[in-house]
């Protein structure tokens, strides 16, 4: 992969991580968590609710974020109005905040030609910057999506939850490497041809991501799990930095956005995110 | 798994394939295709449109359709109007022909709490019978589908496409048993604890078909790729059928939904349907 092919999405997360921002804010509303402050009653309460909590947590971090994680399973539990939240979200953040890219976090994935309804929907319909897809059907199945140059196509390896190793950690073939890493290898050696790749391990596997990292070069890596699924930041900043101390977003969510319970929510988060900001460039820092 | 534990949605798949019945139609809606009778202009032309098309087909399918499979990739590429339709076109079939199963193809997965979110979507706000879901993260992470005894779990395994072998036909472990047959194997041992489970094997890969059946005994298997993709029907109901001859949800899409662009378009896929049904009824009686 050559300098120019870039994807604007990668080119977008290096500036920000040149501003030393590598804090990716998982945008999960859940209703019943949501203080209740932030909540709006009688006209469309649940559509209201949520679009008003990730402004408030948007305009409380966005100096501070490498990027937005909006989790399409939250918008979708709640129907018709949790996709209308997701919209006003994502659009909220591309109008005041161009340079923070939002991940539609959806783990996508079907055969050829019926992925372009979905690249058609996280990209162009709700405008995203990226989407996280699972790679089971294979690169061929997922052409769609690695066409868009445009964007980001961020692929599962090793996730952050205990049973993942059901089918991740199995050996594979002749070189007796797992699953996850062959995942990583493929997408590092095959589908990235536009430069528009990413992987995820989760920060609750530090070896893994070390290996991971070794095996992407310094492809960006999207490591969930820093926060309430318990990874140490340490060890996923030694085990996740690329070689130019770089390529991580550490993604984080229930601890930044449910900081506080009370009025002062949002900068309950935005003081969260800046003690992480501060301790993920301490890190940083130190010689491995 | 004992015959109490049967989810109702296998049930009713079995009350279907007593009937004969073992084609499941998938509903995906491409508005560059839909004939032009079908179209509705002006107000909510999208939505209007989409769900009018799918009432005509499943209107002049319903007694010989097994199961109505809507892909949600289609809906989510329309937008909201899309999910609209999607939203109706379930509650329709689910109003007017109770029997016949809707399953939600989305091949969703997620980390264990945020799954909570696509269960509620496609059961309590869908209302479908039953969803398609991506194995990767393991049994641990798919738990709140796997809690759904009332539901279907239909578990990808070999995808028809012709990449699927990327990963899916890796040699895995020391049996050196390729991955979709240890998913395969892992559902049937430990996934299907509710009696709820099925698996999806492409008509494409007629040896890998039998290979399955072998491994989940009678569990039900979706079998897409009979149509436009090329599998060939006699070596799928050879291959996929159970024990009893029965078990199978052969999918069929593009060329049942699109049997005609003219106004006959629904008594077209009417026919192609009766032909399919008589087809299948007739390779099920040949003796292996």
């Known amino acids: 992969m ?5 994807s604007p999405f990668v080119a977008n997360l290096e500036n920000q991580w040149d501003k030393g921002n590598f804090v990716c804010v998982g945008l999960d509303p859940d ?9 709006k009653r009688f006209i469309f309460p649940t559509r209201r609710t949520i679009f008003n909590f990730n402004k408030e ?77 699972n790679p089971y059907l294979g ?17 599962l390896a090793k996730n952050s939850n205990e049973g993942s190793g059901e089918f991740q950690d ?14 990583a290898r493929n997408v590092a050696e095959s589908w990235n041809e536009n430069g528009n790749c990413a992987v995820v391990v989760g920060a609750t596997y530090p070896r893994e991501l070390a290996q991971v990292r070794e095996i992407v070069g ?28 770089q390529g991580m977003l550490l993604s984080a969510s229930r601890g930044i956005i449910y900081a506080s319970d009370r009025p002062d929510f949002a900068i309950a988060a935005r003081v969260k995110m800046a003690r992480l900001v501060g ?10």
């Open 139 to 155: 690169k061929e199945a997922m052409q769609p999506f690695l066409d868009r140059k445009d964007k980001g196509i961020i692929v």
């Open 2 to 6: 050559s300098e120019s092919l870039k």
């Open 279 to 288: 301790e993920i460039n301490n890190y940083r820092s130190v010689k491995v």
């Open 170 to 183: 199995l050996q594979v073939g002749e070189g007796e490497m797992p699953l996850y890493q062959v995942v």
């Open 218 to 245: 310094d492809m960006p890596i999207l490591i969930p799990g820093i926060g309430a699924q318990g990874g140490d930041l340490g060890a996923a900043v030694k085990m996740g930095k690329d070689s130019r101390g």
């Open 57 to 133: 947590i948007i305009d409380a971090t966005a100096d501070l974020a490498c990027a937005y994680k909006p989790n399409s399973a939250f918008y979708e539990g709640y129907g018709e109005q949790g996709m209308q939240a997701l919209r006003k979200t994502v659009a909220y953040i591309k109008d005041k905040y161009p340079d923070v890219p939002v991940i539609l976090d959806a783990k996508r994935g079907d055969v050829g030609n019926t992925n372009n309804g979905y690249v058609r929907s996280a990209f162009d319909d709700l405008g995203a910057d990226a989407v996280t897809v």
């Open 31 to 39: 209703l019943t968590t949501i203080p209740r402050s932030a909540r």
